[in-house]
């Protein structure tokens, strides 16, 4: 494959694209996140890193930052709660020598040494669930990026620097599979900022990942387009060839139970009554013990087909005569079941008002965003499924589960840990 002609696409967004202000602004926002990172969190205070202070600084890393607002400025959707986020600083405040390899990363110009430091963290963090050393590297992108947004880019992912570097034709000096994290954060950061400025994109790691993510470039790698309706414009994903359905391991199968059971358990201490399909309950209720809140019918007047539809999806959490959240937990290789139920569901009852959720690993993240937006889920009657339907992690239900006063928090706390599909940009 050879590296294709961009070139209009790079002018097309130079045209548009105000680079000196924007490094203006980076300068600025690098040097806050240096200053929270060295002194605050650095620090020998005792006492921890108010939500405050540390929303302050997500807003940069987390483009779904809390306070965040279109206009803001952050490096990506990093896919990580603000819970987690806040969590994570006063983990590096209390345990300096986590913290400090962080900051040796962040600080670290030698690509080997980089590479090594990155690896050691991944060791270091070793079956923490903090959402720090994931397999996309989302979390060390994002810090990369926001503490020097020159040299490092804001494609935070992994598994969209894998399909740039496909579109780009670039042959990796490694193998996929079997390379380190820090092997592909360092080293595919480095071709990817080569090969963009060799086919004319002159500018920082900021204004480069701005380019790949913007109108002009982002269709032709990411197998986006737009659907025009006379609503609202609407941006879907054709999938790619590997989308046939496939059964993850076993012990898959075992841990969605294992989080079907927690999202039981979590509706229940907030006081919501559960459904749980007929053919699931004798394997959830190993692992969930209810009171007198499962229900055995659903108090709702939809038809039989449409009821048919409802009682199958994985964990509903009813108020009364009204579901108000539904959750499908995807363990398959193409999450598509789930979501196919969801639509059924939308479009069996278009005006229905349900907060619908597809929670699986954190590996099939990506993929659970791409099929929502796939071009069948963009054309049901009333909105579009990515419009209603939020991805959650296994890790956030088990954070969720966790948290101090849950039987006092309202449902609305699990937006704080969702990811949307509806959003504009990257």
């Known amino acids: 494959m050879t590296n294709p002609n961009i070139s209009t696409q790079i002018a097309q967004f130079l045209s548009k694209y105000d680079s000196k202000e924007m490094d203006c602004l980076w300068s600025k926002q690098?040097?806050?996140?240096?200053?929270?990172?060295?002194?605050?969190?650095?620090?020998?205070?005792?006492?921890?890193?108010?939500?405050?202070?540390?929303?302050?600084?997500?807003?940069?890393?987390?483009?779904?930052?809390?306070?965040?607002?279109?206009?803001?400025?952050?490096?990506?959707?990093?896919?990580?709660?603000?819970?987690?986020?806040?969590?994570?600083?006063?983990?590096?405040?209390?345990?300096?020598?986590?913290?400090?390899?962080?900051?040796?990363?962040l600080e670290e110009k030698n690509p080997e040494k980089k590479i090594s430091l990155i690896d050691e963290l991944y060791k270091m963090n070793e079956g923490n669930?903090?959402?720090?050393?994931?397999?996309?590297?989302?979390?060390?992108?994002?810090?990369?990026?926001?503490?020097?947004?020159?040299?490092?880019?804001?494609?935070?992912?992994?598994?969209?620097?894998?399909?740039?570097?496909?579109?780009?034709?670039?042959?990796?000096?490694?193998?996929?599979?079997?390379?380190?994290?820090?092997?592909?954060?360092?080293?595919?950061?480095?071709?990817?900022?080569?090969?963009?400025?060799?086919?004319?994109?002159?500018?920082?790691?900021?204004?480069?990942?701005?380019?790949?993510?913007?109108?002009?470039?982002?269709?032709?790698?990411?197998?986006?387009?737009?659907?025009?309706?006379?609503?609202?414009?609407?941006?879907?994903?054709?999938?790619?060839?590997?989308?046939?359905?496939?059964?993850?391991?076993?012990?898959?199968?075992?841990?969605?139970?294992?989080?079907?059971?927690?999202?039981?358990?979590?509706?229940?201490?907030?006081?919501?009554?559960i459904w749980l399909p007929r053919a699931d309950r004798g394997r959830v209720l190993k692992a969930w013990t209810p009171n007198d809140n499962l229900l055995e019918e659903l108090p709702l007047g939809y038809t039989s087909t449409i009821m048919k539809t409802i009682e199958q999806i994985d964990v509903l959490w009813v108020k009364k005569k009204t579901i108000v959240r539904a959750f499908e937990v995807e363990h398959t290789t193409s999450v598509y079941s789930g979501l196919l139920r969801m639509a059924d569901l939308v479009a069996l009852q278009p005006n229905i008002n349900i907060k619908l959720h597809i929670v699986a690993d954190e590996s099939r993240h990506d993929k659970v965003l791409q099929e929502i937006r796939r071009p069948v889920f963009s054309l049901l009657e009333g909105r579009a499924l990515s419009e209603m339907c939020t991805y959650l992690s296994y890790d956030s239900i088990r954070t969720i589960s966790e948290l101090d006063h849950l039987s006092r928090m309202l449902d609305g706390v699990i937006e704080d840990y969702e990811d949307k599909a509806s959003t504009d940009d990257d």
């Open 129 to 273: 669930r903090n959402n720090l050393t994931g397999p996309s590297g989302n979390a060390v992108g994002a810090f990369l990026a926001a503490y020097d947004p020159t040299n490092n880019l804001s494609v935070i992912s992994l598994n969209d620097r894998r399909s740039l570097i496909d579109f780009l034709g670039l042959h990796t000096p490694f193998d996929w599979d079997d390379a380190s994290v820090g092997t592909k954060i360092v080293i595919t950061n480095k071709m990817l900022l080569d090969s963009l400025r060799e086919s004319g994109l002159e500018g920082s790691a900021r204004t480069i990942s701005v380019f790949c993510y913007s109108p002009y470039m982002k269709p032709l790698w990411k197998g986006e387009h737009t659907i025009k309706r006379p609503e609202k414009d609407i941006s879907v994903t054709v999938p790619t060839e590997d989308d046939a359905e496939q059964v993850g391991p076993d012990e898959s199968i075992s841990d969605s139970m294992q989080i079907q059971a927690l999202i039981a358990k979590i509706g229940t201490v907030m006081g919501f009554h």
């Open 30 to 105: 690098s040097r806050q996140v240096q200053d929270f990172l060295n002194k605050r969190v650095m620090s020998d205070a005792k006492s921890p890193i108010s939500d405050e202070e540390c929303d302050e600084i997500i807003k940069i890393l987390d483009r779904n930052g809390k306070g965040n607002t279109k206009g803001s400025q952050a490096v990506a959707r990093a896919m990580i709660p603000q819970g987690a986020w806040r969590r994570m600083f006063n983990q590096f405040h209390s345990d300096k020598k986590l913290g400090s390899l962080l900051i040796n990363i």
